[in-house]
């Protein structure tokens, strides 16, 4: 047997059985039936579908339904303590779905008989955030993940009350994740799950996530789904090693957060040329070497060139149709593949410079990245090259043949993907607009794709 294959195969048994023996406890919570709250729709439903999918992924699960007194919820605190309590590298888990609030600086989780008509019936009725935070504080050998799914709209005791949780800091050793930011409120959800659970439900299932970027998806897919209105908090503080809920990949290469929704659903463009669906620009091992690297099978790939000096601090940023895949100053270039047929490319400085294209199966195509100076700005030319090119080729290749591409890191990719939503929907705008009124722009048509004789 191929001794790297060994290796490789001794490596993920050592894994597994760490896994397997690695102690991971969980305690799911759900309060949906209020006798003098309004009730929720989906607790039940999500605290018995987590439980249901932890329980399969190797947890020691304690699930607590509609727990009607703050006794109730403090004594199952207290029976996750008991056994996290020595435990060293294990990895525990406290959900509660329900109602939730603050008030003077403090956090309360309900339980479902609470009846709140003075503002001291919080510290009598309701659980305490920092009873859970103390647990949190004493387990602290282990990975301890604290979620919750409980910033409902409730009545105030006061003018000044704030809706949702105030902002509370992870303990070390710790990560705590709030379905909505401080201040916020969450949403419950149309479905058979909460928006927020929903979408942990569906990443915790994904192989080859760990834990920092199965929070990172939910964040994407949460926010989209809202339509901007919703945006999980994650306050990390955790110590060590990675944790994965559905095992490590094989063949992992960087990953790259999908671009949820949004990213991926059809664009609701007239123009013929723009693609109906832009899946994500996967990470490879090739985008890390320096020379020509051809495409995947079935793909094109784009080599956005700057050959020059000038302009040398400004950064542009790159966006396939309206999805965001790179940022990059200086003399460099960015290699991007993407499936063959019609694309929209565009970049951005102080202009934002349109490029349409019809792309062949299997082509390389150059486009060089133009940079004009003027009081202090920089304005951006995208300029296509084809065959007939040699001079600027040969250009073209010494650099690409001396240097990797420039590297974007995958979680930048997806923070601006949700950070320039709204700018790359107003942009996009801007370029149905500026095409009505019969503006022609520059396009890579799939004969220019450079043969592969000449990036030798």
């Known amino acids: 047997m191929n001794t790297k294959l060994l290796t490789l195969l001794l490596v993920l048994f050592a894994f597994q059985t760490f896994c397997n023996a690695q ?30 999918t932890l329980k399969a992924k190797g947890f020691q699960v304690e699930t607590l339904l509609d727990p009607k007194t703050s006794r109730e919820m403090k004594d199952a605190i207290i029976r996750y303590q008991n056994l996290m309590r020595d435990e060293v590298g294990g990895v525990g888990i406290i959900f509660y779905a329900g109602h939730g609030m603050q008030f003077e600086g403090n956090n309360y989780l309900i339980p479902t008989t609470a009846k709140l008509e003075l503002s001291s019936d919080l510290d009598d009725k309701c659980l305490k955030m920092n009873a859970v935070m103390s647990v949190l504080n004493a387990t602290n050998k282990s990975l301890n993940i604290l979620l919750l799914d409980a910033c409902r709209t409730l009545p105030s005791f006061s003018r000044d009350s704030e809706q949702g949780w105030t902002k509370v800091n992870a303990p070390r050793g710790s990560i705590v994740v709030f379905a909505t930011e401080a201040g916020k409120v969450a949403s419950d959800g149309n479905g058979k799950n909460g928006l927020f659970t929903s979408k942990l439900l569906k990443e915790i299932n994904e192989p080859g996530l760990n834990i920092n970027e199965v929070f990172k998806r939910v964040k994407q897919d949460v926010y989209l789904e809202s339509n901007e209105k919703q945006l999980p908090s994650v306050e990390d503080n955790s110590i060590g090693g990675d944790f994965y809920f559905s095992g490590v990949a094989t063949n992992k290469a960087p990953v790259v957060t999908p671009a949820a929704n949004k990213q991926s659903e059809v664009i609701e463009n007239k123009q013929p040329f723009i693609q109906q669906k832009v899946e994500p620009n996967q990470a490879s091992a090739v985008n890390f070497l320096p020379g020509f690297q051809p495409p995947s099978k079935g793909k094109a790939v784009v080599y956005f060139v700057r050959v020059t000096v000038m302009g040398l601090i400004y950064s542009f940023e790159y966006f396939h149709q309206d999805k965001y895949f790179a940022i990059a100053k200086g003399k460099n270039y960015v290699r991007y593949e993407c499936d063959p047929g019609q694309q929209l490319f565009w970049v951005s400085a102080q202009n934002k410079e349109f490029l349409t294209a019809n792309l062949a199966s299997g082509g390389t195509y150059i486009v060089i990245v133009d940079v004009a100076m003027g009081l202090g700005k920089s304005r951006v030319g995208l300029t296509p090259l084809s065959a007939s090119n040699v001079e600027l080729i040969n250009r073209v290749k010494e650099l690409v043949k001396s240097e990797p591409p420039a590297y974007t890191p995958p979680e930048k990719v997806s923070e601006m993907n949700i950070k320039l939503r709204s700018f790359i929907d107003e942009k996009l705008n801007l370029y149905e607009t500026t095409l009505k009124n019969q503006k022609v722009f520059k396009n890579i048509s799939a004969d220019m794709a450079i043969p592969p004789e000449l990036l030798k």
Request: charged share 25%.
């Open 23 to 52: 102690k991971k406890v969980a305690l799911v919570i759900g309060a949906q039936n209020y006798s003098s709250l309004p009730p929720l729709r989906n607790s039940l439903s999500d605290a018995r579908e987590l439980s249901k």
